[in-house]
């Protein structure tokens, strides 16, 4: 026997999908039937991505706290360069929240790459500390270097915005706004922490 169930709602809206997943597990769980289709594939595929994305940007945070405890020997410089990455990602998700823009699957993918990049800032800033010991490094070659450097990665992903797929232009955006935040934040922690 099949017996098919449609939603009376737009079943491509998450929250549409979820409630109607929900509730027809729920009216058939004391059946034992196998609830199946579409929008119950996309819905635990979405879940898992998701998921997934979450758990490879602990994998990548843990992974560049050892890497960056390794290098300077040092939880201060570790706190120091993780401070403007946690800032970012706030102002980002404030950025995101503020034009509509939930996190989907397409650009869910951006947080460990957002965690990747935005750290290199902080890293960058803290070498020329120790070599220096000097808290005008941001007027010199750094502060420059880290700000092109970052802006080329914002229009780089940036250009992203322009595409056709909503996705893919929610990606660029992400992405675009998470660097941006990344590096100030990490321009304006370093300013306050090293002068």
Known sequence: LLLRVHSKGDIWKRDV???????????????????????????????????????????????????????????????????????????????????????????????????????TSGVHILNRFAEEQS???LGISTGKGILVSALTTVAGFGSLMIADHRGIESLGFVMAIGTGTCMMAALAVSYTHLT
């Open 17 to 119: 999908q979820e409630e109607f997943v929900t509730d027809v597990r729920k009216a058939l769980e004391d059946t034992g039937v196998t609830v199946t289709g579409t929008p119950v594939q996309l819905f635990e595929y979405t879940k898992l991505l998701v998921d997934s994305y979450i758990i490879a940007a602990a994998y990548a945070t843990a992974a560049i706290v050892v890497m960056v405890l390794l290098h300077f020997r040092s939880l201060t410089c570790v706190l120091l360069s993780l401070l403007p990455v946690a800032l970012g990602m706030t102002w980002m998700t404030a950025v995101m929240a503020i034009v509509g823009m939930p996190f989907n699957p397409a650009n869910v993918m951006t947080l460990p790459l957002v965690i990747g990049v935005g750290v």
């Open 135 to 137: 808290p005008a490094i």
